[in-house]
């Protein structure tokens, strides 16, 4: 019986749980997408047995704690949603049923203090750097720090870039085409702030004015996909009245920031900022679907070679927000670029947010594939539209002591305008 999830049973996130669940017809077409599946070779880790799990608890035939580990195992990389001829809404069951799951399943106190951990310094510039600070003073401790914390201090960088100060508003140059707003992103900040600066640049010497309002916050994606809908709720509200209402559009240049930002009707169903923030999403667009539509007015001048380029699809742009042709149409417009694809491209590359801290051992199998697939290409450069894939690739790339440099799709453009690599 796929019908008996009583939405009034689970809130407002009732109804759209309940119709995902109503939509999957167990054909199985899902599983080869599955990273978790070709992980594990379980249907329990599959999107199919997942559905499955989370109706059942959610109908009270089965406890909470049944689904615990499989929906924690879950990447939330949504590759099973292009793959479902039914059209299953997998994004409206996962993360609604982790807002409900997270006061019913049980953690050990190590991984409560690291979830919590996570939740209070990944949001916030200023902490987070501190953090990166603090796990080179971990790593220096080595085995003396507990396990759970381990993957914390494996994915922290080496060197921590410093500080970049955005402007509040970057005038465009020449003719003024566009005026948009951007979401500066919390991790990216600290772990890349180039990618700002390179995104502010091509945008402007396009002719797009941005505005970078100084009161916005996280998206708020590390709270809705772990479960916090409380928090996840707080920073869509900031954001809601941070932005403003006369810019073209919201770019975001972060993918999973984008697709969290898309969800904010979800995070906010049955408030009184449900309709506001339905308004508010359907302004947020990826800044590569931006500049491909209003068009390069200015030419890429490139670096007066061949460079190939490899281009790995960033999971919450390609399946969550449909982003593909964008960003691979603004490399090839560099002269001299040839644009690589990599193997099992529809494949996570483990990183998914906090993932990388709860599961290690799937996220670092997923990471050690995706970087051989990306050194098949035989590329020179690697680009993405997320840092949290940034981020990954450079510490799987370098585990194999790999050159290939790994930039965002905007740090290439930016490059490419000035004929520089650096
Ligand atoms: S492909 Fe779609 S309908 Fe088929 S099992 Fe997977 S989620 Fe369900
Ligand atoms: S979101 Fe990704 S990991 Fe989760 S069920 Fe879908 S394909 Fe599998």
Redesign the pocket.
Known sequence: MLHTIKPTNHGPLGEPMAHAVQ?????????AACPTYQELGQEMD???GR?VLMKEVLEGHLPWAAAQVHVDRCLGCLA?EP????G?P?RDLISPFRAQAERHFARTPGEKLRRWLAAQTIPYPARFRLALVGAKLGRWLGPLVPAVFRPMLTLAPERVPARVALPPVAPARGERRGRVALLAGCAQQVLDPDINVATIDVLTRNGVEVVVPGTQGCCGGLAWHTGDLRAAQAFARRNLDAFPADVDAILTNAAGCGSAMHEYHLILRGTPDEARADAFRRRVVDVSIFLARLGLREKPRGWGRPMAVAYHDACHLANAQNVRSEPRDLLRAIPGVELREIDNAHLCCGSAGTYNLDQPEIASSLGAQKAQAVLATGAEVVASGNIGCLTQLRAHLARLGSPVRVRHTMQVLRDAYRGSTR
Not at 23 to 31: D, N, Q, S, T
Not at 83 to 86: D, E, K, V
């Open positions: 939509a999957c017809v167990h054909c199985g077409f899902c599983l599959t999107p199919r559905i099973c793959a479902c001829p039914s299953v997998y």
